[in-house]
């Protein structure tokens, strides 16, 4: 046997594992889903074993036969999510873009202590983070002290159950995914490049549409796609920050799968969300990623 031929065999031995852990665990799963999401609802749940196509015809509010009527409510449910999920990143970015160029500033010790910093909520159970701000925002909260003290208790807004309250905690618990890749790219940015800019004649606004923003572009969509993701089908905030007043997409799934039982729509629900996200997955790929072994510009 070629020491070639060899050296395949022991990649295939190592890589066998993985790929049966990912066929199992993932492919397989979804394969079930797919199947699912074309299939008849059960009567009391479950499913039944009839091609039933109306499912999606559902979802978009757009009638497939005559046993569908036109109602856009799912379809609504949908676009609120692409718009806050889209909110969200706005927000993050807003917030970690000036942040992490002065961390990226920061002598090393201090910079290490503000990264450990950004990380430290992930050591913190995510529904006791989230119950923290609810108990910042409700009605006799925080937010509302505050106004009492300084004599504006009569305008104090009322955030809770609202689309604010839900872009608050997504912002919240999402903002590392925005900042790590940010920062990652701002520390590679040299600074002599503004310099160059700045003898040449390029007014410091220039400087940063023309030098800055295009070398952390990659940055910027990074942290934008890892946001957008998990904002899109987030269903924990919305749950306990939007009650049943901003119904999300997330939300929609598990109640479909649980309270509703009816498993065909929340799969055809869940494949269209997995949908979005690998178009936005694809165009970031397309955008940064390596095709025919060259990087695209």
Not at 122 to 131: D, P, Q
Request: net charge positive.
């Amino acid at each position: 046997m070629s020491p070639g031929s060899s050296r395949r065999w022991a990649l295939a031995g190592l890589l066998t594992p993985a790929t049966l852990l990912l066929a199992g665990c993932f492919l397989v799963p979804l394969g079930i889903m797919a199947t699912y999401s074309v299939l008849s609802p059960g009567l009391y749940g479950g499913v039944e074993w009839e091609f039933y196509p109306y499912n999606y015809g559902r979802v978009l509010g757009a009638p497939l036969g005559d046993v569908e009527e036109f109602d856009p409510v799912y379809a609504g449910i949908l676009l609120r999510s692409l718009r806050l999920a889209a909110v969200t990143v706005v927000v993050c970015l807003c917030l970690c873009y000036p942040a992490a160029f002065w961390v990226s500033r920061l002598p090393g010790a201090r910079k290490n202590l503000v990264l450990f910093l950004v990380t430290l909520p992930f050591f913190a159970n995510l529904i006791i983070r989230v119950y923290a701000w609810m108990l910042v925002l409700r009605p006799t909260g925080v937010l509302t002290r505050a106004f009492d003290a300084v004599g504006l208790g009569a305008h104090a807004p009322d955030l809770m159950f609202t689309e604010g309250a839900v872009v608050i905690g997504l912002a919240y618990v999402l903002l590392p995914f925005m900042f790590l890749p940010l920062y990652a790219s701002i520390e590679k940015l040299d600074p002599a490049l503004l310099q160059a800019s700045s003898d040449l004649g390029a007014s410091p606004l220039q400087g940063f549409l023309r030098v800055t923003l295009p070398l952390t572009a990659p940055g910027i969509l990074g942290g934008s796609v890892l946001v957008f993701i998990p904002a899109f089908g987030n269903f924990v905030v919305p749950a306990m920050m939007g009650g049943a007043k901003v119904m999300l997409v997330g939300n929609t799934i598990e109640q479909q799968f649980l309270a509703a039982r009816n498993w065909p729509f929340g799969a055809a629900l869940a494949m269209l969300v997995l949908g979005i996200i690998l178009i936005a997955m694809l165009a970031y790929a397309w955008r940064f990623g390596r095709v025919d072994g060259a990087v695209r510009p």
